[in-house]
DNA sequence: AATTACGTCAACCGCTACTAT
DNA sequence: GATAGTAGCGGTTGACGTAAT
């Protein structure tokens, strides 16, 4: 034979607190301290289950709750702690001072994950990922790079697969309304999977053509910001989305590394200090974590830029 | 001004690990 | 050792406020 039970689930109040019943519970925290939750409603008179009165405490009534709106380095320290943790809310509550793990989970939920998601970063993997392609865009620029096949071929493992397969379809076909129709095919279909050795690929056959190394990745990625046109509406953009098939961590670390090796920031604190892009004057924290990894993942090609050199 | 859609967040639900009987 | 309660956690819900139409 157990305990008895706690109290009497019939009896119990649901829903809002009221300001009373706050008071009441508060109070009597301040006297007898929180613990044995069991008893606690009866004692102060609370027509509360204990379990309802230990949410209350912990996530409203707490003193050292802090209210309003995460700041920036708030919200640097719970991507960062999630990307490790994952939904581990209350280990990185721990680690939070005066914020619960409700409040983080409901700030994650409600605005952390749709940026990443909008940002092209999964936010269960924390992996960047590519699996849209603006084709339109590349190929009615005319680029006579990117009307030779072989240079097609050889991007192949560089960029999406399968939007590359579309590209050769579509180059080969030159129909306009043919391509308009493999955009749309191309746009709704499940994202493609990147598999795990992608980068590795892309490092140990793509580009020793150069010369590149898997530590110098980052170099290739400033070749491709040297030709960008950030203010060309019409150059072609490389979209990185997210999908929940994602990469493991392993190639999300190489490519991290990768990415930083040139200057020795890590990948974390690309997302976590990000370089201001003022276009009206205006630059809010939000505006700079959202524009400096959008930049990140999209790249725009300039009418200059000499394809065979890059490739 | 009325209605609808969307976003936010406090509170509840259900599960697990641990503990008391 | 078996049973049942407790504490804590993460997922989900629904009421409410706000924005869009």
Redesign the pocket.
């Known amino acids: 034979?157990?305990?008895?039970?706690?109290?009497d689930k019939n009896a119990l109040?649901?829903?809002?607190?009221t300001p009373e019943e706050d008071a009441k519970l508060t109070h009597h925290i301040q006297m007898h301290g929180p613990?044995?939750?069991?008893s606690l409603p009866k004692i102060a008179g609370l027509e509360?289950c204990?379990?309802?009165c230990?949410?209350?405490w912990?996530?409203?009534l707490r003193p050292d709750i802090k209210r309003g709106?995460f700041s920036f380095e708030e919200e640097e320290t719970i991507i960062q702690l999630h990307s490790v943790l994952g939904?581990?809310?209350?280990?990185i509550?721990?680690r939070l001072p005066g914020r619960t793990?409700?409040?983080i989970?409901?700030?994650w939920?409600?605005?952390i994950r749709?940026r990443l998601l909008k940002m092209g970063i999964d936010p269960v993997t924390h992996a960047p990922r590519l699996d849209l392609l603006d084709l339109s865009s590349i190929l009615m620029n005319n680029s006579p790079h990117l009307n030779n096949l072989s240079n097609l071929i050889r991007l192949q493992t560089l960029l999406n697969p399968d939007a590359l397969r579309v590209a050769l379809t579509l180059l080969s076909s030159q129909n306009e309304n043919q391509l308009l129709n493999y955009q749309h095919q191309f746009q709704n279909q499940a994202p493609p999977v990147i598999q795990p050795n992608h980068f590795d690929n892309i490092i140990t056959q793509q580009i020793p053509l150069n010369n590149l190394t898997s530590s110098s990745l980052h170099n290739h990625y400033q070749s491709l910001q040297g030709h960008v046109c950030p203010t060309n509406p019409t150059a072609g953009q490389v979209l990185f989305h997210d999908n929940y098939t994602g990469m493991n961590s392993t190639t999300s670390d190489q490519t991290k590394q990768s990415l930083s090796s040139e200057n020795n920031s890590s990948f974390d604190s690309v997302i976590s200090t990000p370089q201001p892009c003022n276009i009206s004057g205006i630059t809010t924290a939000e505006d700079e974590r959202e524009s400096f990894c959008n930049d990140l993942f999209k790249f725009e090609f300039s009418e200059s830029f000499d394809f065979d050199d890059f490739v």
């Open positions: 034979m157990g305990r008895s039970p706690c109290c109040k649901k829903g809002p607190w613990g044995n939750w069991r509360r204990g379990k309802s230990r949410l209350r912990t996530n409203y709106r939904n581990k809310w209350s280990a509550a721990a793990d409700n409040e989970k409901n700030y939920n409600t605005h749709k």
